[in-house]
Nanobody
Framework: VQLQASGGGLVQAGGSLRLSCVASGRIFLSSRYIMGWFRQAPGKEREFVATISWSGDTTAYADSVKGRFTISRVNAENMVYLQMNSLKPEDTAVYYC???????????????????WGRGTLVTVSS
């Protein structure tokens, strides 16, 4: 499975961006992957942002983005999205999408549950 994230850029505080992640390979559909978004700011560790189950009916968010970000997916198109509203300077980071195989749970908040990672897309929020 290969993942490619896009949609990052420079935006002013209070603005919005929508990140996209496309997954390649037939195995993506047959394996019913859980998807997640993580981010890493300069000098900081990678942190969880959002996750979504295969069916899309279960989602979870980091407290720092809850109410501002929305994760969604369109399995038929191998796409996962992260709609980011009311952006803050502290949201500045490289954002990564990730795919993890289903297991005991249908969503994952921890990065070591994910087997595949995209290259990341940079989001910069100016004050």
């Amino acid at each position: 499975v290969q993942l490619q994230a896009s949609g990052g850029g420079l935006v002013q505080a209070g603005g919005s961006l929508r990140l996209s992640c496309v997954a390649s390979g037939r195995i993506f559909l047959s394996s019913r992957y859980i998807m997640g978004w993580f981010r890493q700011a300069p000098g900081k560790e990678r942190e969880f942002v959002a996750t979504i189950s295969w069916s899309g009916d279960t989602t979870a968010y980091a407290d720092s983005v809850k109410g501002r970000f929305t994760i969604s997916r369109v399995n038929a198109e191998n796409m996962v999205y992260l709609q980011m509203n009311s952006l803050k300077p502290e949201d500045t980071a490289v954002y990564y999408c990730a795919a993890g195989p289903p297991g005991q749970y249908n969503i994952y908040r921890v990065y070591d549950k994910y087997d595949y990672w995209g290259r990341g897309t940079l989001v910069t929020v100016s004050s």
